[in-house]
């Protein structure tokens, strides 16, 4: 793959949405760049428009200052630095928060090279050095396992991951790197809050939530950890909430998400509060059982979605896209009751899914009626 030479400025200056900067590979090297700080706060905006994914409801555009970008990008900097990281390579589309923070302007923060390629079909860059970050989207575990000849041919690798629920590709890729040489640093946060919750780990189970230096709990959600095992919603008070056009920035966010506060700073992210269900007086993750049944099922994608039924209550209805070379037909039932302890309501067979760059389901596609599989 050819990589556009361009430089710092002229980068920042096409803006985030210019196909030339999210839909061609291209490669900027901020380590000659004086005044990183300079060059980032000229060439951008006041202030920065970005959109949500639609995955929950209409999408809306979210603005936030420059200084803003420019100090979050700075503590995505502080998380990877302890592993001296030397080049970063991604994958993360600088239209949406997380891209532009981590494609844009990590490099510029830590005064290294980048490397970003729109996706994933291919080898991944020559970059010349033995330490780098690879700023991640969920599909990148699986490239890296593809390629880990280009992984063992560094000292370390610094995976960072902010999206969608981490794939159970990410341990089989520490696991297959081994001792030393990889970490995953996941990032908590929305288009709305930009980063909320980090967490570093490298083997064993990953470790709560630690908040970013700047954000705050709110509500009952600080008060809530005095009483162990309670789940409470994430509220969160942070400098750097983003605002709809014409509106004032809140002063506070609830997140969506359902935690156990462990201390004043740390939490347990228990799930998305749609993503979680009860069947049969069990509480259910349907990221988590997503994540499991796409190891048990012969399949090319598949989505759990939450449904009321009338008779029942909490349910949920399985969407499942067959494999190209394979004949429509029915999920392996037994395996999908093992994971969530009952069957789905329905099982529907759709030719395809749509989902954001960033792994989201957006809506289900509906060129074709879904055949409905009685269970």
Not at 30 to 53: C, I, N
Not at 111 to 134: D, F, H, N
């Amino acid at each position: 793959m050819e990589y556009r030479k361009l430089t710092p400025a002229g980068l920042l200056s096409l803006g985030t949405r210019a196909p030339e900067v999210a839909e061609r590979a291209w490669q900027v090297r901020w380590d000659g760049v004086a005044d990183a700080a300079g060059t980032v706060l000229g060439a951008l905006p006041d202030v920065l428009e970005f959109h949500t994914s639609g995955s929950t409801g209409p999408s809306r555009c979210w603005r936030r200052t420059r200084e803003d970008a420019w100090r979050e990008a700075g503590m995505l900097a502080e998380f990877v630095r302890r592993d001296a990281p030397e080049a970063v390579v991604s994958f993360a589309p600088p239209v949406h928060v997380y891209g532009a923070l981590a494609t844009l302007l990590l490099p510029a923060r830590l005064g290294v090279p980048v490397w970003y390629r729109p996706g994933y079909i291919g080898g991944l860059p020559e970059t010349g050095v033995r330490r780098a970050v690879v700023v991640a989207t969920p599909w990148i575990f699986s490239l890296l396992l593809r390629h880990m000849d280009w992984v063992r041919s560094l000292e370390h690798v610094t995976v960072l991951y902010s999206s969608a629920m981490l794939p159970s590709d990410a341990a089989v890729f520490l696991r297959e790197a081994g001792p030393g040489r990889a970490a995953v640093v996941e990032l908590l946060g929305s288009t709305e809050t930009g980063g909320v919750a980090v967490r570093r780990w490298s083997e064993g189970e990953p470790p709560a939530w630690t908040l970013f230096p700047d954000v705050e709990f709110a509500g009952d959600t600080g008060s809530g950890g005095d009483a162990a095992g309670t789940a409470v919603p994430l509220l969160i008070r942070s400098p750097r909430l983003a605002h709809l056009p014409g509106e004032p920035a809140p002063r506070e966010w609830a997140t969506g998400d359902l935690v156990e506060p462990v201390d004043a700073r740390t939490f347990r992210l228990l799930g998305r509060t749609g993503r979680l269900v009860k069947i049969n007086g069990q509480r259910i993750n349907l990221d988590e059982a997503e994540h499991t049944l796409r190891a048990r099922l012969d399949c090319a994608d598949l989505a759990l979605v939450p449904v009321n039924d009338p008779m029942i209550g909490e349910h949920v209805d399985l969407y499942l896209v067959p494999r190209a070379e394979a004949r429509p037909a029915g999920a392996d039932l037994a395996a999908v009751r093992a994971v969530l302890g009952a069957r789905p309501r329905k099982t529907h067979v759709v030719p395809a899914l749509s989902r954001s760059a960033m792994g989201k389901l957006q809506h289900l596609t509906t060129s074709h009626s879904p055949t409905g599989i009685p269970t």
